[in-house]
């Protein structure tokens, strides 16, 4: 953890932010969401069980700023915020050299997201390594330092001991974020380098494996430490095959968070279960 970027002392008010990747998901049906509900009402629904989303579906496409400011208008007066995934026609395609209007494409949209706009995250090609570095780096110190970024590193090499101590550096110089995924296969992208006093993690869980809670209990003593020494906000947003086992998590990640560290997150409300004649 690079502890520069911390004050050494609590943070006033810190906010943890707990979320899916999507709004739309079938296997919610009958949990979280009506067994019924419409298309229409769905954005709705996910923005009263949630306080955050990780917005993948702008990795596929950059929506028209009409679109996002109807859902600005959804959470209008609620503590929630929409966390965008860079396109990929940038993070994969553009070798960060020719990506300008492309980039002015999509900060267009998401500052249509203002004022529920929280950190924006570029997940670049597993196959890109530190020998791109250079261009890299160029392009995130290119981005409006009003608004928060991160990267996501995949490339195995990005972690080796002198890579991690350089990349850290170099995103504090720049004022970007280093994403934390834990991933049960891929420990080594699960780094603890904090380089902002924002922490943005991608959690993948396995169904709801008993695993998956004493990685949760680890994470709750992670926060519980950074929020002492300063971090200010925490996004944590949970990834589970089908998305399926993501509210279960979730809720049992705010119960803990409350108790051990006294900080009210909102959690999931889950639909009585219907019970059957046979």
């Known amino acids: 953890m690079n502890a520069a970027v911390l004050k050494g002392k609590s943070a006033t008010a810190p906010t943890i932010y707990l979320g899916c990747t999507q709004w739309k998901c079938d296997a919610w049906l009958g949990k979280i969401y ?45 503590a929630f915020k929409f966390c965008p995934k860079f396109p990929q026609s940038i993070s994969h395609y553009s070798q960060f050299t020719n990506a ?17 706009l929280g950190p924006s995250f570029l997940q670049v090609s597993e196959g890109l390594s530190p020998a791109m570095q250079a261009p890299l780096m160029e392009y995130l110190a290119s981005l409006p330092k009003h608004l928060s970024f991160f990267v996501e590193l995949r490339h195995p ?17 720049h004022g970007i974020g280093w994403v934390i995924t834990d991933a049960p296969g891929r420990r080594d992208v699960c780094h603890m380098h904090l380089t902002t006093d924002i922490a943005l ?43 399926e086992g993501a509210p279960e998590l979730i809720d049992y990640m705010a119960q803990r968070l409350q108790l051990q560290t006294g900080i009210l997150c909102k959690r999931p409300q889950f639909l009585p279960k219907q019970s059957t004649l046979f």
């Open 201 to 243: 993690v991608r959690f993948l869980g396995n169904n709801l494996h008993p695993t998956d809670y004493t990685r949760i209990d680890a994470w709750i003593e992670r926060i519980r430490h950074w929020v002492k020494n300063g971090v200010r906000e925490v996004y944590f947003f949970m990834h589970h095959p089908e998305e």
């Open 34 to 78: 009506p067994a019924n509900i419409k298309d229409a009402e769905i954005l709705d629904t996910y923005i009263r069980q949630f306080n955050s989303i990780e917005m993948n579906a702008m990795h596929y496409r950059i929506f028209p700023a009409e679109t996002v400011k109807k859902w600005v208008a959804k959470v209008k007066g609620r």
């Open 100 to 116: 300008t209007q492309q980039t002015q494409q999509f900060l267009e949209s998401i500052e249509a997201l203002q004022p529920h």
């Open 157 to 173: 090499d990005w972690y080796t001991p002198a890579a991690q101590e350089q990349t850290a550096q170099l995103l504090q110089q």
